[in-house]
């Protein structure tokens, strides 16, 4: 499902490892300032969780929302254009159940 069945997202498999390691660090320099908004406890709990792995990874894929895609009717974009990226974290969500039922983990 997606507004207007625009369709907007746009999957792109990373296979280079050069690409790899540049989202790697992206991840780890966002992790690392979100990880700076806590303190004491909060910091302890949030350094603690798995929030990657992608360096187990058997594949990496990277999705994105077009934002300026001309595929569908434009119903429901027209007014709320935000909805297309709503539409691809309903697509990220079901291809997550969807792999999950199949017994494939997705992070």
């Known amino acids: 499902p997606s507004v207007g069945l625009s369709e907007p997202w746009r999957i792109v498999r990373v296979e280079s490892e050069a690409a790899k390691e540049a989202v790697l660090q992206n991840f780890e ?4 300032k979100a990880l700076n908004g806590y303190d004491g406890d909060k910091k302890q709990k949030y350094a603690s969780l798995k929030l990657s792995g992608m360096r187990e990874a058997p594949v990496q894929l990277a999705i994105f929302c077009d934002d300026a895609t001309i595929k569908g009717a434009g119903l429901g974009a027209q007014t709320m254009p935000e909805m297309r990226r709503y539409s691809v974290v309903s697509a990220i969500t079901l ?3 969807a792999a999950r039922c199949a017994g494939i983990g997705v992070g």
């Open 29 to 32: 320099g966002e992790n690392d």
């Open 95 to 97: 291809f997550w159940l």
